[in-house]
């Protein structure tokens, strides 16, 4: 009876070791495969001035958001975010008195603070792509999902929302998939100004969707890209842009990849 009590004993203690370990082996994937230094935190002034006879009135408008970094370079990155925080809005009327500029800054995950050019953006699929000039040692970029997400599918969420952000420091929040309506595909994912732009993966650390907007009155679901129409984006847009950068040179493009720095500028 003693010696059956001891079996029953070691086999129950090498039981509890293995869930142990399991769950920390399923908990050390989970912190290796999230791709934090993917992340981008972006900060837009909008520059709204309006001259009549001479005399001139000037407003700032300040917002930021969340991008990730899908393609590295020599000398910089190519992000993406959503198309509302890259385009310039303006009332339909008295257009022509009005003088609309944009400077972005983006800033790395460890708080490194770069600018930022937009190069294109889709206001259908609300996608923009950005390159950042400078940044190429503290960033890594994303890799695409080979396959969607299927309804039920466990994601995660890097991003900033309500500017929630610090050097090595950004929030990471889980959810699941839900399925798509139309060209908009849902999340049960809670988020908030901010959070636009932000990468959503998949339990492998790919990519599979992005945020863009959230219910306000029920702000844990969120509303992104389909991976398809992501993928196409990708696979159309950004790979067009790559290509067009490796080549200037070789064949006397124009930089566009490049702030331009203004002289003698009256910034009032």
């Known amino acids: ?17 293995l869930l142990s370990c399991a769950h920390c082996q399923q908990y050390t994937n989970v912190k290796n495969m999230l791709p934090r230094e993917s992340f981008m935190h972006l900060y837009k002034t909008l520059k709204v001035k309006s001259c009549n006879e001479g005399h001139c009135i000037s407003l700032d408008f300040k917002s930021s958001a969340s991008g990730f970094v899908v393609s590295k370079q020599k000398d910089g990155a190519f992000i993406l975010t959503a198309a509302h925080f890259c385009e ?5 009327y008295r257009k022509e008195d009005i003088i609309v500029s944009s400077t972005y800054k983006v800033k790395s995950l460890y708080g490194n603070e770069y600018g930022g050019i937009v190069l294109d953006y889709k206001q259908d699929i609300d996608i923009c792509l950005m390159f950042v000039e400078g940044v190429t040692t503290d960033v890594k970029e994303i890799e695409l999902a080979s396959e969607p997400p299927e309804p ?27 399925g798509n309506i139309e060209k908009k595909a849902f999340y049960s994912l809670p988020a908030a100004p901010g959070s636009s732009g932000s990468m959503i993966i998949n339990d492998k650390g790919d990519l599979v969707g992005m945020v ?24 159309v847009k950004v790979n067009k842009y790559i290509s067009y950068k490796n080549s200037m040179k070789e064949l006397g493009l124009k930089n566009i990849f490049t702030l331009e720095k203004k002289k003698n500028c009256n910034c009032d």
């Open 88 to 92: 310039d809005s303006l009332p339909s």
């Open 152 to 178: 039920g599918d466990k994601i995660y969420n890097v991003g900033a929302p309500l500017s929630i952000f610090g050097p090595n420091m950004v929030p990471i929040l889980e959810g699941r998939f839900n």
């Open 1 to 17: 009876m003693f010696k059956k009590n001891k079996t029953v004993l070691a086999l129950a203690v090498i039981i509890l070791t």
């Open 212 to 235: 863009q907007a959230v219910y306000i009155r029920f702000n844990t679901i969120s509303i992104s890209i389909t991976y398809e129409d992501l993928k196409n984006y990708i696979d």
